[in-house]
């Protein structure tokens, strides 16, 4: 984006900055930004879930959540622009919520958009949990390499909680998406860097034992019930690391014709969802063969690994800054609807339009808006008081997951596939994919179960 298109944005009033951009975007920058959406801190505890379903189900479990992603992909890109027969109008869906919006009804688009909001929130808190546990695991990591394997280097995980916090209060004040280009590359680079040495190390591990750890039926526990419950968990982390759909829509807004758009989001999103499939299958799998039963719940944090330390802690610091860009990345969507909403509602208001200049040392001006300080620090406080409530990074996955799957990634795509395709009902299509909502329903209830009563086993168990 040109200098000038800043310049004649920071013109308009704060709340209500837009930037004007031409559509440039290909097949693989649509794979680019895909694979930055879907491979995050997730990625790191596929190893775990393989080892509570063991060799048959865990690599099944990802092929089966890649497949689900890439038939909702399908349906959503064939919606970016709808006809509405009712009107005459053709609409172009830019977004999700809108999507839903549009197609399904104003019902519809209420319950999509607390499902909505509640997905962007349930991202930041386990982005605050993700990057607290690998600042903690880079001190432990240095205190086992100096005191050894043995030492009780334990430290408290509020105390990093309360520094990402901080961080993300001076990172939130940045206007608005357009604005962290820089974070987005910053991350993504971070993103590959230590998945690739999670993978590295599950390898080197496997070479170095020269054998494959692990069986069939995964982890042996001493109640049944207790196997169930981590099956379920396991689940609902594995569906937790393909979530990527509610971007989708802004991803085609941004491709140049020809080809059409969705002849190309299509393609992009078969290449980057079977990309991420098998980066998922040998992350997970290798740290799986590298511990078997022993597999922790994430590879850089869980200390599976503790040499050598100095590529542990650098990946522990990968981790940390791409979530403080990601955290942005996500957040900001949740910024700019409440803050242009308040601008809309009130538009005399003090509150929402002054701004104020600020210059701190050598550091470049920035402005400041009330609304915008007090909103955002707020937001970024409720998320790191929730992360210190629930400080449980396996668990909170498997609910952030469950909790968004079946709705998102299953439920809306294909209503919007009947109303869009006028699919008849009790034809063959409509009963195939209704048999198709149903199990994911069922398969939905089951992880949120397992993860609620993880959460409840690790608060007050």
């Not at 940045?174 to 974070?183: S, V």
């Not at 689940?235 to 491709?255: H, P």
């Amino acid at each position: 984006m040109a200098r000038g298109d800043y310049e004649d944005e920071e013109e308009q009033p704060p709340l209500l900055q837009t930037s004007n951009h031409n559509l440039t975007g290909t097949v693989w920058t649509a794979v680019a930004h895909i694979i930055t959406a879907v491979i995050g801190s997730g990625v790191l505890s596929l190893a775990w879930s393989m080892a509570q379903v063991g060799w048959i189900a865990g690599p099944l479990s990802v092929l089966i959540f890649g497949f689900f992603t890439l038939v909702s992909a399908y349906f959503i890109c064939d919606i970016h622009l709808y006809f509405n027969p009712k009107t005459g109008n053709t609409t172009m869906n830019q977004s999700y919520l809108q999507a839903v919006h549009t197609i399904l009804g104003y019902k519809h688009g209420v319950a999509c958009g607390c499902l909505l909001y509640f997905s962007i929130f349930k991202t930041g808190v386990v982005y605050t949990i993700t990057s607290a546990t690998s600042m903690r695991a880079i001190l432990q990591s240095n205190c086992y390499h100096k005191q050894g394997h043995d030492a009780a280097c334990e430290f408290e995980d509020r105390h990093y909680m309360l520094m990402f916090g901080l961080v993300q209060i001076l990172a939130s004040q940045i206007p608005n998406i357009f604005h962290t280009k820089w974070l987005s590359i910053i991350a993504a680079i971070m993103s590959f860097a230590y998945s690739f040495i999670g993978m590295g190390l599950g390898l080197a591990q496997v070479i170095a034992k020269g054998k494959i750890e692990g069986s069939i039926y995964g982890i042996s526990t001493t109640k049944p019930t207790q196997k169930v419950w981590l099956v379920a968990q396991a689940i609902g982390d594995i569906a937790f690391a393909f979530n990527f759909t509610l971007i989708l829509l802004e991803i085609q807004s941004t491709l140049k014709s020809p080809p059409s758009q969705k002849v190309t989001m299509k393609r992009a999103s078969a290449i980057a969802i079977i990309t991420s499939t098998f980066f998922y299958l040998f992350c997970g799998g290798f740290g799986y063969a590298a511990f078997g039963d022993s597999t922790p719940g994430n590879l850089l944090t869980g200390f599976g690994f503790y040499e050598p330390y100095w590529l542990v802690d650098f990946g522990n610091a990968c981790i940390v800054l791409h979530l403080v860009g990601g955290y942005q990345v996500y957040c900001q969507t949740m910024f700019v609807i409440v803050e242009r909403w308040y601008a809309e509602k009130f538009p005399d208001s003090e509150f929402g339009k002054d701004t104020r200049s600020v210059k701190v040392s050598s550091l470049p001006e920035f402005k400041l808006n009330p609304l915008r300080l007090c909103f955002r620090t707020a937001y970024v406080v409720l998320t790191m008081a929730v992360g210190m409530l629930f400080p449980y990074f396996n668990e909170v996955l498997a609910f952030a997951g469950s909790i968004i799957f079946w709705p998102l990634t299953i439920y809306f795509p294909v209503q919007m596939h009947f109303v869009h395709k006028k699919v008849v009902p009790w034809s063959g299509k409509w009963i195939l994919l209704g048999v198709y909502t149903i199990f994911c329903l069922l398969v939905t209830i089951f992880t949120l179960v397992g993860s609620i009563e993880g959460l409840i086993a690790k608060r007050f168990g």
